[in-house]
């Protein structure tokens, strides 16, 4: 069984910083991706940043030059900073990870279960 708990959502003014934190635990072999996504109320769920094994990164365009995506493998953790803030990047964040569970199985998705993010003055 795998676990994703996600931290450091809250409420931040506009132009704000927020940093979110990600940690898988339980029985995990390797991880391939990792990713953070979001869901503002009345939209569907979106993609917000990327990063494979290698390193490799990708953003939506209303993130990029704003929040950076990073990893600790040692620690299977993702994070998300998130700076200069706006009202519209108001959300919940999950954190979505490729996980395969033993060396013989194939990897599958697991979420985290979520974090309130809010941006207001």
């Known amino acids: 069984q795998v676990q994703l708990v996600e931290s450091g959502g809250g409420l931040v003014q506009p132009g704000g910083s927020l940093r979110l934190s990600c940690a898988a635990s339980g029985s995990i072999f390797s991880i391939y991706t990792m990713g953070w996504y979001r869901q503002a109320p009345g939209k569907q769920r979106e993609l917000v940043a990327h990063i494979t094994s290698g390193g490799s990164t990708n953003y939506a365009d209303s993130a990029k030059g704003r929040f950076t995506i990073s990893k600790d493998n040692a620690k299977n953790t993702v994070y998300l900073q998130m700076n200069s803030l706006k009202p519209e990047d108001t959300a919940v964040y999950y954190c979505?990870?490729?996980?395969?569970?033993?060396?013989?199985?194939?990897?599958?998705?697991?979420w985290g279960q979520g974090t309130q993010v809010t941006v207001s003055s």
């Open positions: 979505k990870m490729e996980i395969k569970t033993s060396r013989y199985s194939g990897p599958s998705y697991y």
